[in-house]
């Protein structure tokens, strides 16, 4: 079967992953299936195309990946059905385990655990779910940033105070994440989570490079690691970290309790006030006498 160009890119990382030792067939068939499972519908084409690359993986997958699979497509309406016999006679107790039963799992799920696979990913496994992400043929929903120019000088001058507390912050508000997952994309020691927040927001080339070496110390003491993300940044298609940038937004709705703080130092001011008297309140009652005129009578 002719594939697509749309999934050449995968076949390369794979042959590249196999020549260079690196396993990441295992994270290739979550993310080809997270991916497959995020759309309600597919064309003959593309469900073709998933259940040859599917096939392929689940040869030389784990027992635990093979769990997995089967368990999120178990859960899909439109789920393939060769896909599914085959993780069926693959399992220990091949023969005697039915179909699953399928029933529609949530999106909000379903992103949950692919944000969470990016975030434990290495960095040949994030740049391969970025190419998913960029092979995907379903419209991104973009948020618009106000005053982006502004927002991106404000994140240069943390990054170069190193700040990343008040990095954070800007960057909660300017994608519409929850602080949790701000931090996270501000400290993480690899990097990508902070190449998508910088592209989803227009940063300069040049600019990223220098939020990158002085952000995070472990990615800007190293000088391979800064030029292989200014190439990833250069490389990585817009609506790949826009997409990611949305399941960032849809899991921290999810996750966002029902009071959030709307300043950062909200609870240091609350103790200040609960520690100091008002200015306005009543002073203490004296004597209407004064002591002195006690004293010199």
């Known amino acids: ?164 507390g008040e990095f954070a912050r800007m960057l909660e508000r300017a994608l519409g994440i929850n602080r949790a997952i701000a931090e996270r994309v501000t400290r993480d020691d690899s990097g990508e989570p902070l190449l998508i927040a910088a592209k989803v927001l227009g940063m300069p080339a040049a600019v990223f490079q220098r939020v990158l070496m002085f952000l995070n110390p472990t990615v800007g003491q190293s000088v391979e690691r800064v030029f292989e993300l200014s190439q990833l940044y250069v490389d990585i298609e817009p609506a790949a970290a826009e997409r990611m940038a949305a399941i960032w937004r849809e899991t921290s709705a999810k996750r966002t309790p029902v009071h959030a703080t709307v300043y950062h130092d909200d609870t240091q001011r609350s103790a200040r006030a609960a520690a100091t008297p008002a200015r306005h309140s009543a002073a203490p009652r004296t004597s209407a006498r004064d002591p002195r005129v006690k004293n010199s009578s």
């Open 1 to 164: 079967m002719t594939q697509s160009p749309a999934y050449s890119p995968l076949d390369t990382l794979v042959d590249l992953a196999c020549r260079d030792g690196v396993e990441i067939r295992p994270i290739l068939l979550r993310v080809l299936t997270d991916l497959f499972v995020q759309k309600p519908t597919h064309s003959a084409e593309e469900e073709a195309q998933y259940v040859e690359l599917a096939l392929r993986l689940i040869e030389t997958a784990d027992a635990a990946t093979r769990s997995a699979v089967s368990a999120r497509l178990s859960t899909y309406p439109n789920a393939p059905v060769a896909v599914l016999r085959r993780l069926i006679a693959l399992a220990p107790e091949a023969g005697t385990t039915a179909l699953p039963a399928k029933s529609e799992t949530p999106a909000a799920t379903r992103h949950l655990d692919l944000s969470e696979e990016f975030f434990a990913a290495n960095a040949s496994e994030r740049r391969l779910i970025l190419t998913n992400l960029a092979a995907l043929d379903q419209p991104v929903q973009r948020r618009p940033a106000p005053a982006v120019s502004e927002v991106i000088r404000r994140l240069e001058t943390a990054a170069l105070q190193r700040n990343p």
